[in-house]
């Protein structure tokens, strides 16, 4: 049958999920192989040539990866997709692929730190220049451009702070000055936001996060035209071997079939938690897109269908008030990721941020009071339950 016509919910739940073709078993099986065997000489050397379509090896490509990519691409619009062992692998990946020394990035300011340690730490080495820019603001981003910049690399909601980014203006200006819109869609999922509707050239998730959404694997993947996906990203992920495994890529083919069930309660919850904390007497500030008080708000509702799960806020007084309250909670588990189908707290100043310098913390928001909440899909009144007994004791 034809997928393409099909709604988002049975897109999630039909593409890349065929039967096995041999046993007509409901669930395909998971390619465990690390290689893949051939008749003859003639046979694989069609197949190496690329004269003739067949498996190589188990670290460029696997049958049970193929039906995962299919899924993805089919949900955020894309032509094709590139799954990887991780979203970091598939950040890095990706940069290989479209930079080369002499290069300039510009960058969304706030960013999960991986990203901003690989940027700083790594591309540096390879005279890549980064400038970090708040990219809510277009006019900034306009300012930065250079004869050398390649591209703009932009996370929406940004990772703490949740600022946004305007897709539609800022994949404007990058067609008028003829950069690459990256776009990290990790917090959103294409449940809520399709970056390539809105002009971007590339969508890259941190699969470890909602779209596997059970908190037991890590993953990644880059959605965009197919010959960027089959030609260009095909050296640096054979070469670095940052190809997701086969176990993996079923774990997430089979958590993305209850991604929009996942994400309307994920959204349902976090709104009411982000209500209740803008309420409190001990909470001086909350981040969240679905709040009227979001200064974004009105694009959040432009760009994005649901808020997603992720709130940030300060309580009164401080890291020592911010920690006491952390460590008083009872069924919030303080750990960093997000996206699972339990709620996770986490400091980032000490946690996810703490490879930015803290002079750069400060000054793009993430103060050291600032905690960050993936919400998840238990009972709200439970989440909430625990928040407040933790902030009666502090
Ligand atoms: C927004 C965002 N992008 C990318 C990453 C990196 O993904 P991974 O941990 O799967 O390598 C993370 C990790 O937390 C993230 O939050």
Known sequence: MDYRKLGFCSKAVHVGSDPCPVTGALVSPIYQTSTYTYENTEEAGKIFSGEKFGYLYGRD?????????????????GEDCKAFASG?????????ALLE??????????VYGGTYGLFTKIF????????????????????????????VYVETPANPTLKLTDLAKVSALCRSFGLKLVVDN???????????EFGADLVIHSATKYLGGHGDAIAGAVVGPREFIKEGLHQPVTKIGALISPFTAFLIRRGIQTLPLRMEKHNANAMKVAEYLSSHPKIER???????????HELA????????GLISFEVKGGLEKARAFVDGLEMIRLAVSLGDVGSL???????????VPPEVRRATGITDGLIRISCGIEDVEDIIADIDQALSRI
């Open 345 to 355: 707290i986490q400091h980032p100043a000490s946690m996810t941020h703490k490879s």
């Open 186 to 196: 990790t917090f959103m999922t294409p449940y809520f936001q399709r970056p390539l």
């Open 286 to 296: 909350v981040n969240y897109p679905g709040l009227p008080s979001h200064p974004q």
């Open 88 to 96: 970091m692998a598939a950040i890095a990946a990706t940069m290989f």
């Open 124 to 151: 540096s080495k390879y005279k890549v220049d980064v400038t970090f820019v708040d990219t809510s603001d277009v006019a900034a981003v306009e300012k930065a451009v250079r004869k050398n910049t390649k591209l």
């Open 61 to 77: 490509h696997s049958p049970t990866e193929y039906q995962l990519e299919e899924k993805i691409a089919a949900l955020e619009g």
């Open 101 to 110: 020394a002499g290069d300039h990035v510009i960058c969304t300011d706030v």
């Open 301 to 308: 509702k432009k760009q994005m269908s649901g808020f997603g």
